[in-house]
């Protein structure tokens, strides 16, 4: 049974900073291409960032290049976002989500529950 767990969500002010991790088990998930995305109240999910298995290629959303990094540790199966300059409008629920093809978009095969992040101005 494949499973994704985020955590390291929270409350930070403006301009802060925050790591989110997501645990994967149950895949193979050296190759799994590896996504987050985030869903704010009243609005539609947002691609954020992702990254393929195979070659290991980035991807942002417009909104958040430049600030965040998306990163993953395949001997640990974890992916990790870190964000940096933190603005109120990233306030959302962030989800972890895995692909066994290389569409960072997706759709994606797996998700996880998702983490709250809520920035405070």
């Known amino acids: 049974q494949v499973q994704l767990v985020e955590s390291g969500g929270g409350l930070v002010q403006a301009g802060g900073s925050l790591r989110l991790s997501c645990a994967a088990s149950?895949?193979?998930?050296?190759?799994?291409?590896m996504g987050w995305f985030r869903q704010a109240p009243g609005k539609e999910r947002e691609f954020v960032a992702g990254i393929k298995w195979l070659g290991g290629s980035l991807y942002y959303g417009d909104s958040v290049k430049g600030r965040f990094t998306i990163s993953r540790d395949n001997a640990k199966n974890m992916v990790y976002l870190q964000m940096n300059s933190l603005r109120p409008e990233d306030t959302a629920v962030y989800l972890c989500?895995?692909?066994?093809?290389?569409?960072?978009?997706?759709?994606?095969?797996?998700w996880g529950q998702g983490t709250q992040v809520t920035v405070s101005s």
């Open positions: 149950g895949l193979t998930f050296s190759r799994y291409t």
């Open positions: 989500a895995a692909d066994k093809t290389l569409r960072v978009a997706g759709p994606y095969d797996y």
